[in-house]
């Protein structure tokens, strides 16, 4: 198959591919990110997470229009504010939900996953009522058009770039906020040991809220990244959660670290496999292949040791 | 918590069986036009899944997202022999290569796979039917309990497995219909399907498997097993202690509710003429725990209740306000978690059942045998 290219084009094919692999890489750290801190911290399955990300991706929608229509001269920078208005608008709404639904339900954990289910149908419903059922598309500022010629055979994205430094500079926030702030501190204690934690004067009710809100809050973040790369449907989230779930659950649950390992090692496992097969058969296989492994390793790649 | 009698059925079980009963051998066949009986048929396939929710679920707090993968296994068996039958070389004469299935004629290939041939036996079907989806219960069930995952790992990965079933069977279009299922199905045994005759016969052929199915069902709650399951569900650890083998009663529960997942999804190809990856993924799935929910996570009999009541609901709804039905099928897991955890039968036993034994005793006061037997 491979004996009608040269070998200069054949690395450059290569290199190409490298290169979707990091961006899908890219992807699954966006989405993960939230997740691994709801799921991973708290041990709350938000089966909503998809949707979350939507919702982000729909204020980068409006932030777009918006700008183009009244300041036209400040379109090439709308995105910076859409980000933050995205974690700002996904964040409210997880504590929100926090605050009706999940903190009823902690000590249920099968029932949460229920009820954001329903959530996630609501959500769904909501958007496909407010921005129609078709997905929509925001415009891309000039500056992150086109491509950047390394050589003359290997050219990147430019919004591909964008993707992975955002994901590169959002794991560095949380890595921040989990492991130097006081709130991740909190967190931590609060997930080694509840009640302690409790004992030892921390505010346990508004440390989940706001941990709740703050991994929607990435979700949003996540969501509004996406839209520089595709578009956004109202039921384009539910096609992420088996996903982001995996590439948590995979990582091992509790460890930041294993999450983008996990997240690298499942992207490019799929995107080298997507080279020699068909696209279906190679996220089958890569699938199968986490889903096997967690079978032998339910605790995950990094394992965070905890005394139960 | 109430004193559960070691009797298989109580007087109390033996009502609500007959009212199940009545209703589905006697009101809905006299009251429904074929067309609607035959959907109705179609619900209490669901039920088949349900009922097997309740066991793992509700007795024995096992979640799986993964039902959908048994159903569809179930009714894919199924398919295959109705679809090899349909597909006669007589039949299928204009194809380039007539006696395979139109889909693989569609598809460039030449020749039945091999895993296709065993199908054109009616036993062998039956067999598999049943064996395919325990089997894979079984590998699934052993490689996670016995390494006691569970909880909500279990019900990402048997999710994940839904998913990775429904992309595979999409994927392999030549092999399994792709996204279209296995579709135009005609006769069983020369005996044409898609007639009302027939589809009132297979009505029944359903209510009457249905039943055997509750009363499997209400044999392993009332048994030794139920009891156990019961106890591994709140206290896990103390049920290994006492020297159970835990994870083999999680799997033979796990393996039952998939044997019954695919008994309905065989039924379900028969009423309704086809099979397709929409009944296998993760959205079907989830949808038929809720019919358990609502049901009654813990009632055999809320199960039927609950698939009936929300599939009608879902019909009667998508008809009419089709944006709505999102909406209010949302708010159902919602309230069904935060307000009924144990759905129509919880309101039933709580709320409706001990006014309506307050009547009946105000009616015949000197009685006092009119109190329930618990």
């Known amino acids: 198959m491979f004996s009608e290219y040269t070998a200069s084009e054949l690395g450059a094919i290569f290199a190409m591919q490298g290169f979707a692999g990091l961006i899908l890489f890219s992807v699954f750290v966006l989405m993960a990110l939230g997740l691994a801190i709801i799921f991973g911290q708290m041990g709350v399955i938000n089966m909503a997470h998809g949707e979350f990300m939507i919702l982000g991706a729909y204020v980068t929608y409006l932030v777009s229009n918006l700008f183009g229509d009244l300041m036209p001269a400040l379109f090439s920078g709308y995105f910076f504010v859409a980000m933050i208005l995205a974690f700002l608008a996904a964040g409210a709404l997880g504590m929100f939900v926090e605050w009706a639904l999940i903190r009823h339900l902690y000590k249920r954990p099968l029932d949460t996953l229920l009820a954001t289910w329903g959530l996630s149908l609501i959500l769904q419903q909501l958007y496909r009522s407010i921005f129609g059922a078709r997905e929509v598309g925001v415009t891309i500022p000039d500056w992150m058009m086109g491509s950047l010629p390394l050589t003359d055979l290997i050219e990147v994205p430019i919004n591909g770039i964008f993707v992975m430094v955002l994901a590169v500079g959002i794991s560095a926030g949380v890595y921040v906020m989990m492991y130097r702030s006081r709130w991740g501190q909190q967190v931590r204690a609060i997930n080694n040991n509840r009640q302690m934690a409790d004992a030892v004067g921390i505010n346990t009710a508004l440390t989940d809220r706001m941990t709740f809100g703050i991994g929607c809050g990435v979700a949003g973040v996540a969501g509004s990244a996406f839209t520089m790369i595709g578009s956004t449907g109202p039921t384009a989230g539910q096609q992420y959660i088996v996903d982001t779930f995996l590439v948590v659950v995979f990582g091992g649950a509790g460890s930041l670290l294993g999450t983008i390992a996990s997240a690298f090692s499942i992207s490019q496992a799929q995107s080298i496999m997507e080279f020699f097969l068909s696209g279906s058969m190679a996220k089958v296989l890569t699938l199968l292949t986490v889903v096997g492994i967690l079978m032998l390793r339910p605790q995950g790649l990094f394992a965070l040791k905890l005394r139960k | ?374």
Not at chain 2, 29 to 36: C, D, T, V
Not at chain 2, 304 to 311: D, K, Q
């Open chain 2, 1 to 374: 918590m109430k004193s559960h009698s070691h009797a298989f059925l109580s007087p109390r079980d033996m009502i609500g069986f007959a009212l199940l009963a009545a209703m589905i051998f006697v009101v809905f066949p006299l009251l429904l036009e074929p067309f609607r009986l035959n959907l109705f048929g179609k619900y209490l396939t669901y039920a088949f899944v349900a009922v097997g929710l309740v066991l793992c679920w509700g007795v024995g707090g096992i979640l799986s997202l993964g039902q959908g993968v048994f159903f569809g296994l179930g009714g894919y068996c199924m398919a295959m022999f109705l679809k090899l039958e349909a597909s006669s070389p007589e039949n299928t004469a204009i194809q380039s290569t007539p006696g395979i299935p139109d889909f693989m004629d569609w598809n460039q290939l030449s020749a039945l796979p091999w895993w296709w041939e065993p199908f054109n036996s009616f036993a062998f079907t039956l067999i598999a039917v049943i064996a395919v989806p325990v089997v894979f219960s079984y590998i699934i069930g052993v490689a996670m309990f016995r390494r006691r995952v569970g909880g909500v790992y279990f019900a990402i990965i048997t999710q994940a497995i839904a998913a990775i079933l429904t992309i595979l069977i999409i994927g392999q279009q030549g092999f399994t219909g792709g996204v279209n299922g296995i579709t135009d199905l005609r006769t069983l045994h020369g005996w044409d399907i898609r007639t009302d005759a027939a589809k009132t016969t297979l009505y029944f052929v359903n209510g009457v498997l249905l039943f055997a199915v509750l009363l499997a069902a209400q044999f392993v709650r009332r048994s030794k097993l139920g009891r156990l399951l019961i106890a591994m569900r709140d206290q896990e650890d103390r049920v290994r202690f006492s020297g159970y083998d835990v994870a083999n009663f999680k799997i033979f529960v796990f393996c039952l509710g998939a044997a019954f997942a695919a008994i309905g999804g065989a039924m379900f190809t028969l009423q309704v003429g086809f099979m397709s990856p929409s009944f296998v993924g993760i959205v079907p799935s989830i949808e038929m725990v809720i019919f358990a929910a609502v049901g009654g996570r813990l009632s055999i009999l809320g199960a039927v209740w609950g698939t009936l009541l929300v599939n009608w609901a879902k019909t009667s709804f998508s008809e009419s306000f089709p944006e709505l039905w999102l909406l209010g099928l949302g708010a159902l897991f919602i309230a069904v978690v935060m307000a009924f955890p144990n759905g129509l039968a919880g309101v039933w036993a709580e709320k409706i059942e001990p006014r309506l034994l307050k009547l009946t005793r105000r009616g015949d006061k000197p009685l006092p045998n009119a109190t329930p037997a618990e």
